[in-house]
């Protein structure tokens, strides 16, 4: 496994959609919870996993590391902060970002609703459908072709809501359309372990990701590699 950091996130390129209204569906995460089985397939909370060991430490998210799979760390240009992570495996990435969420409500109703109203707003389009993990939402951005015609980007979104924290991820490149050459993806994402901590925190606000404790020192047998920064999946300026 590979990990470097990625491309630098402009402020005003916001990698989580602007504030939406607070959600009034009473106990929407808890009924998420319980008809997803999320706490028996993933994504879990990290009070659901007996030990850490053996997960890449990102702060608020623990990945588990597989052969061939690169990790990027996307940083905020502004304030440097990371604000999200970004799998890639096999051609395809899956950006992650974890938010703090109300203890009684869900968010990826609203949050989905967003979704639509800004790809929308770039003459884009998107589509539900039922996956794996519930609602998901495909979007079509339009996006030029070397040769000058117009095509489009395709992204597949999906997000769990958990105890108190909401994981959002963003499929591009093959697996954004293609359901087998997400699963690899798919099955990382559920291995995924998020840390919420006890602070209060606001709705929506991301949880701190940052870079794993042994990138500042020796690396362990089995640790991820580090590489040049390099330039993040321009779906991310999406929602």
Do not use: C
């Not at 902060?81 to 109703?109: C, H, N």
């Not at 800004?118 to 609602?135: L, P, R, Y």
């Not at 291995?191 to 919420?196: E, F, G, H, M």
């Amino acid at each position: 496994m590979v990990f470097g950091r990625g491309r630098k996130a402009k402020k005003e390129e916001a990698t989580e959609p602007a504030e939406v209204r607070e959600g009034n569906a009473a106990d929407a995460a808890d009924d998420a919870t319980e008809t997803s089985g999320r706490s028996a397939t993933g994504p879990f909370d990290v009070s659901e996993i007996s030990n850490r060991d053996g997960y890449v430490d990102l702060g608020a998210l623990l990945i588990a590391p597989r052969d061939g799979l690169q990790l990027r760390l996307e940083v905020e240009e502004a304030t440097q902060r990371v604000v999200a992570v970004t799998m890639d495996l096999e051609g395809s990435s899956l950006q992650l970002q974890a938010f703090a969420a109300p203890r009684s409500e869900g968010l990826w109703d609203e949050i989905r609703e967003q979704i639509g109203q800004s790809v929308g707003g770039q003459g884009g389009q998107v589509e539900e459908i039922q996956g794996g993990f519930g609602t998901e939402l495909v979007a079509k951005l339009p996006s030029g072709i070397s040769d000058g015609s117009q095509g489009y980007r395709v992204a597949r979104f999906i997000g769990v809501d958990g105890p108190r924290w909401f994981l959002r991820g963003v499929f591009g490149g093959e697996a954004a359309l293609n359901r087998d050459a997400a699963a690899g993806l798919e099955e990382l994402f559920r291995k995924i372990v998020v840390i919420r901590g006890d602070n209060p925190m606001p709705p929506r606000d991301l949880l701190q990701l940052r870079l794993p404790k042994d990138a500042t020192g020796s690396v362990p047998p089995g640790a991820p590699e580090f590489q040049q920064p390099e330039r993040g999946p321009e779906i991310t300026q999406i929602g």
